[in-house]
């Protein structure tokens, strides 16, 4: 299964990108879903099926539109549910389903969850219609950063006191928290490492959608740089709405150039770019998807994942080498780049993102020795600690 995450700039189309890019798989043969949680009437007609129940669209393609207000409130009674003895004893009263409204983030979560339910059906291609960039990218990191939350508050190693609850309640006089807390979290956990499954895989790409303008070079820069930390690797680059190229009109032929420049920019930056053009109307149907289904022939070279390289015999042996871990980050710079080691973990901060790494096995028998930023690859250096290494293995 493939899976197609498109995002890019607000306003630029991302959402018909993604239609077109479901249509075009599913014309090629693939049995399709499309998801999105405002596709009006992009397809041609609203759609009205959810995830669980996608309406079929067209020959191998389905679409589902996915419901944040109605997912919130289903998840929070969910809770509320599990959570019922813990809010007695505090007196709460619980809400019912008819006063409850979703709560800003409420979208990213419905997302979520409506991508791991999707990669469990029976799918060729999965494309998801994700929000504008920095809330994408936000996105995608959410389910690695929530595990880590949830092994912090609720680690399992304190779950296997579970079975004393019960006595110490006695002793105590009054309710120990629910065993349904633990088996939340459980829950939760397992989800979101469903998701980050999906997010991780080797065929899971996401797509930018800009308009060739003055802010999509420096949008696009930034989207690379925290995909490269946060998310799978851009495969496409889409230049939406492009303009024909010749037209008797002296200010349309203006924006037409200005437009052509900040193409031949994105080309110079990412080597090729799929360009779709403007059809002078908002698209909507089947008809209009179809003139703007991206081109295999604009997908980007993959680039080099995060790696481990183990320099000790080059570098004079054991005693005295290095393992190297490579971690590419297109643009990032020098000064607005900061690493803290903390125990088994890597805070990498590049300009406005951040992730906290889990550092991989090797390493986390190491102590860092440096670091250095060149040509959009950071290298950083470990040394083996002989009180967790010793020298020689």
């Not at 075009?24 to 759609?47: H, N, Q, W, Y």
């Not at 393609?61 to 009674?77: Q, S």
Request: with cysteine.
């Amino acid at each position: 299964m493939r899976t197609v995450l498109v995002t890019g700039l607000g306003g630029a189309g991302r959402t018909v990108v993604a239609a077109a890019t479901a249509l075009a798989a599913a014309r090629g043969g693939e049995r399709t879903l499309f998801l999105s949680a405002d596709p009006g009437e992009v397809l041609g007609a609203p759609v009205r099926g959810g995830v669980e129940t996608p309406e079929p669209v067209a020959d191998g393609l389905w679409a589902a539109r996915i419901e944040p207000a109605a997912d919130f409130r289903a998840e929070f009674l969910s809770l509320q549910e599990r959570c019922g003895a813990a809010l007695d004893l505090l007196g709460a009263a619980r809400l019912e389903d008819e006063e409850l409204t979703e709560l800003p983030g409420s979208e990213e979560f419905a997302l979520l969850r409506a991508l791991a339910h999707a990669a469990r059906g029976d799918w060729d291609r999965i494309v998801l219609d994700l929000p504008p960039l920095r809330r994408a990218i936000a996105l995608l990191a959410l389910p690695e950063q929530l595990r880590r939350y949830l092994r912090r508050l609720l680690p399992r190693e304190r779950q296997a006191a579970r079975a004393l609850r019960p006595v110490l309640a006695q002793l105590a006089g009054v309710p120990m928290p629910a065993q349904r807390l633990y088996e939340t979290a459980e829950r939760w956990d397992a989800e979101l490492a469903a998701v980050q499954a999906v997010v991780d895989h080797p065929a899971t790409a996401v797509r930018l959608v800009a308009e060739p303008g003055p802010a999509a070079a420096d949008a696009l820069r930034s989207a690379r740089l925290g995909l490269a930390l946060q998310g799978p690797a851009p495969d496409m680059v889409v230049a939406n709405r492009v303009l024909p190229a010749e037209t008797p009109d002296a200010w349309l032929a203006g924006l037409i150039a200005q437009q052509h420049k900040h193409l031949a920019e994105l080309r110079t930056e990412y080597g090729t770019v799929c360009e779709l053009p403007h059809l002078g109307r908002d698209p909507r149907g089947l008809d209009d998807l179809a003139l703007l289904a991206p081109s295999d022939d604009a997908l980007l070279a993959p680039g080099p994942g995060w790696t481990v390289e183990d320099r000790r015999s080059e570098d004079g042996g054991a005693d005295g080498g290095f393992i190297v871990w490579r971690l590419p980050l297109p643009g990032a710079v020098k000064e607005e780049l900061t690493l803290v080691r903390r125990g088994g973990e890597l805070l990498v901060t590049a300009g406005p993102f951040r992730r906290i790494a889990p550092l991989p096995a090797a390493l986390r028998r190491c102590t860092v020795a440096g670091a250095g930023l060149v040509d959009g690859e950071l290298t950083v250096r470990f040394a083996p600690d002989p009180g967790l290494w010793p020298l020689g293995r």
